[in-house]
């Protein structure tokens, strides 16, 4: 009897250690799994920033060779900037390491400068607009965008980036407009540092943002100047904005189409070519617009390795003395 009861013990007693033993080793594996997990999870990390870090550099590589071309440029003709020129050259793809970069400038005197409309209109008396408000309301009419729209975002947006406070015209948004919203905010009244912050603007619409993008660009200055040798037949109704409807699409598509490889030799000449000139008279103002020259760019730059990508969008200015230099970085895709 009492070796039957013994036999039972050492059995249970041995079914104890197995199960225990079962317990130990699943949270071994438990513990294992979690610790692959986190391997790969950290493997992964180093693997990210490593091509993040080869990305970055890689496309700042592709800055300086940007900046190169562009002081080769100007050194070749420092009057002239056009479309025959090195920089402008497109769908250019340089093998890097493992990877491969490419590139894109763009002249950003070929499009509507939107802190142009900071300038307002010297007759405040009549609530005149502005030329660059009357500007920008024909391009966005020609770019489809309905009439209230237009009429609106030329009043907003000059509110916008103007320095007073005061409500310009019945369309006017100053601080009140903005305060008032869900999230509540104050208007910059200060140029716009990038076209993205138009999404912040009173009227304005992802749609319409998407409609005006590839015609508009920001720079410092509070006006517009557009070098018509550099404007190309895609975005030929900025030529259609400046000259206040004067100038109709096709025509103003001729003149790009008529214009020389390697642009006009001058203003005047741009002045004197026939679809120009059957517009008559022009003032000083408009003229002061149009020049062959350019001092402002930005280079989109992609370095792509297997599945990914990195991209870096720089901008270059030239000042007065000639002298070129990298302005802003930012990383990332505009779209």
């Not at 280079?299 to 230099?325: E, P």
Request: with cysteine; hydrophobic share 40%.
């Amino acid at each position: 009897m009492m070796r039957r009861l013994s036999q039972q013990s050492i059995g249970s007693q041995r079914g104890v250690a197995l199960i225990t033993v079962l317990l130990i080793v699943a949270i071994i594996v438990v513990i294992a799994a979690n610790m692959t997990g986190r391997l790969q999870l950290l493997m992964s990390r180093s693997i990210n920033m490593q091509a993040s870090q080869q990305g970055l550099w890689s496309a700042i590589a592709g800055e300086q060779l940007v900046f190169n071309v562009l002081e080769q440029d100007f050194k070749d003709d420092p009057q002239r900037v056009h479309l025959a020129q090195l920089w402008a050259r497109e769908g250019m793809i340089f093998p890097l390491n493992d990877g491969a970069l490419s590139g894109e400038v763009r002249d950003l005197h070929s499009c509507f400068n939107i802190n142009a409309l900071a300038k307002k209109s010297d007759d405040q008396s009549a609530q005149k607009r502005s030329l660059a408000q009357r500007q920008f309301e024909i391009l966005l009419q020609t770019l489809e965008v309905e009439d209230y729209a237009a009429e609106l975002l030329s009043y907003t947006v000059g509110d916008w980036v103007d320095g007073d406070k005061r409500i310009s015209g019945n369309f006017g948004a100053e601080d009140s407009t903005y305060a008032s919203k869900t999230v509540p905010y104050i208007t910059a009244n200060s140029p716009i540092g990038d076209v993205s912050e138009l999404l912040a603007i009173e009227g304005m619409t992802p749609a319409i943002y998407r409609k005006i993008k590839p015609f508009v660009c920001a720079l410092p200055a509070t006006l517009n100047k557009i070098n018509i040798n550099t404007v190309k037949d895609d975005n030929a109704q900025v030529l259609v904005a400046l000259f206040e409807n004067k100038l109709t699409l096709s025509d103003a598509k001729s003149v790009i189409s008529g214009r020389d490889p390697e642009g006009f030799k001058s203003v005047s000449e741009f002045f004197s070519s026939p679809e120009i000139a059957a517009i008559g008279n022009l003032t000083d103002e408009v003229k002061s617009q149009f020049d062959v020259k350019s001092s402002d760019f930005s280079a989109l730059l992609t370095f792509t390795i297997d599945v990914q990508s990195f991209t870096l969008n720089s901008i270059y200015h030239r000042d007065n003395k000639g002298k070129l230099h990298v302005v802003s970085r930012k990383i990332g895709n505009n779209e």
